[in-house]
């Protein structure tokens, strides 16, 4: 465990007593030892501190950090943890708590541990998080989704299934989240909503000084503290590709309505247009447990975790156009739609490969998305209507993928 974890476990502070009026929620968190997953436990020990609500932590779930999760756990006494990856670390002896192993443990978690009402929050990377969220939503579980992969690879089946179940899907990221909030506000009438994005590291790099970035410098993020897959997908805009595909779900939007723009700021995130020309915004400093608190506490508002906007010190707000040659990933997104069923899918585990070889050092960044560009292309949408269906996607554009990554020899990356 490093120093950062141990001070975030500090933070959280659960014994501190909270008032007499707060009201009482059953929590289970997947994902919890990743960014989202942290700033969640931050955000659940503030509203127990202010006595807004107390959220009963009934499950966590990771990947591999057995110890954090473990001391998670014994934080806020959960009776449930799920390991993805299958070890016997000497914590999960010690941890008090029924423990899940295995790559479907976060879904043995949801099927033996959620009960109708409770709030999951989905916060796993990756298409591996997928199962347990349909199975929650099943369950009759509300939803606070920062997984994108959910609805990028899923949403044909997921929000079905969220209709017929009556539950909520709220979303967490940031600039979904705005739209979320705009909307609540100005109704019906929607030309067009649009997502901000940073830009990333390589805002203003050429085309040819971003095709040879080190991995350092791609994860060199210039506004938001992310996992580094996040991080690498905002390096490329892939990002805002996978959002363009969650808003079309979430806000039932065709992709042509669904527009990007460069705010390096990230203060403004997101807007809607309406059809008499109004334009709401939903603004706020850069920090992650805004919209979590948000989700958390819908329909409700209370007082902010997060620092304040402070106008004094604003002397501008930047927009940009996003340069289509230089960041062809948001055009890749619309093409996911209109070539719907699987195409989504195929696109989203593409890039999971692509993003883990460059990581590994084994491709340079500009073939990133040129990577995910030839699977979309070689692989034919097919119709989704199970989640079998996403598996085999899924299958099919790894197996591409690693393929091509095997025909051409290892780059030399700093």
């Known amino acids: 465990m490093t120093d ?22 059953r929590l ?3 994902g919890s030892t990743g960014s989202i997953g942290v ?93 347990a969220i349909l199975a929650a939503i099943d369950r009759g579980c509300d939803i606070a989704l920062a997984n994108k992969e959910t609805l990028v690879a899923a949403g044909a089946i997921v929000m079905p299934r969220v209709r017929q179940k009556g539950v909520n899907l709220l979303p967490v990221d940031s600039e979904h989240s705005a739209i979320f909030q705009c909307l ?26 971003k095709a040879r970035a080190s991995v350092e410098e791609a994860l ?3 506004t938001w503290n992310m996992g580094p897959k996040v991080t690498i997908d905002s390096a490329t805009l892939m990002n805002k590709a996978l959002e ?33 020309g109004s334009v709401l915004a939903q603004l706020s400093p850069p920090d992650m447990k805004t919209p979590i608190q948000y989700a958390l506490t819908w329909p409700g508002r209370c007082e902010g975790i997060s620092k304040r906007l402070d106008w004094s010190l604003l002397s501008r707000l930047e927009f940009e156009q996003v340069d289509g040659e230089r960041f062809a990933a948001p055009a890749l997104a619309r093409r996911a739609i209109e070539g719907g069923g699987t195409a989504g899918a195929v696109l989203n585990a593409a890039n999971e490969v692509a993003v883990q070889a460059f990581l590994e050092r084994r491709i340079p960044f500009s073939r990133i998305v040129e990577l995910v560009q030839e699977a979309c292309e070689a692989i034919e949408p097919r119709p989704l209507h199970t989640m079998q269906d996403v598996l085999s996607a899924d299958r099919a554009a790894r197996a591409f993928a690693m393929e091509r990554l095997a025909q051409a020899p290892a780059a030399a990356i700093r």
């Not at 950062?4 to 929620?25: G, H, I």
């Not at 929607?190 to 203003?204: D, E, H, K, M, N």
Request: charge should be negative.
């Open 28 to 30: 289970i968190v997947l």
């Open 4 to 25: 950062a974890d141990r001070a975030t476990l500090r933070r959280y502070d659960p014994a501190m007593p909270e008032a007499a009026s707060a009201t009482t929620r």
């Open 39 to 131: 700033s969640t436990l931050e955000v659940v020990a503030h509203l127990r501190a202010i006595g807004a609500i107390h959220f009963e932590i009934a499950g966590l779930a990771t990947g591999s950090r057995a110890e954090v999760v473990c001391e998670q756990a014994r934080a806020f006494a959960v009776p449930a943890i799920a390991v993805a990856n299958d070890v016997d670390h000497p914590c999960l002896r010690d941890a008090g708590a029924r423990i899940f192993r295995g790559p479907d443990a976060a879904l043995e978690l949801i099927e033996t541990v959620a009960q109708p009402g409770d709030l999951v929050v989905g916060a796993m990377v990756g298409s591996a998080g997928i199962p």
């Open 244 to 276: 363009i595909i969650e808003a079309h779900w979430l806000f039932d939007m065709p992709g042509h309505q669904v527009d990007v723009i460069i705010h390096p700021q990230s203060i403004v995130h997101g807007l809607v247009e309406f059809a008499d």
């Open 220 to 222: 060199n993020h210039p």
């Open 184 to 209: 609540e506000e100005g109704g019906q009438a929607i030309r067009r909503i649009v997502l901000t994005a940073s830009g990333g590291p390589f805002r203003t790099w050429t085309a040819e000084r």
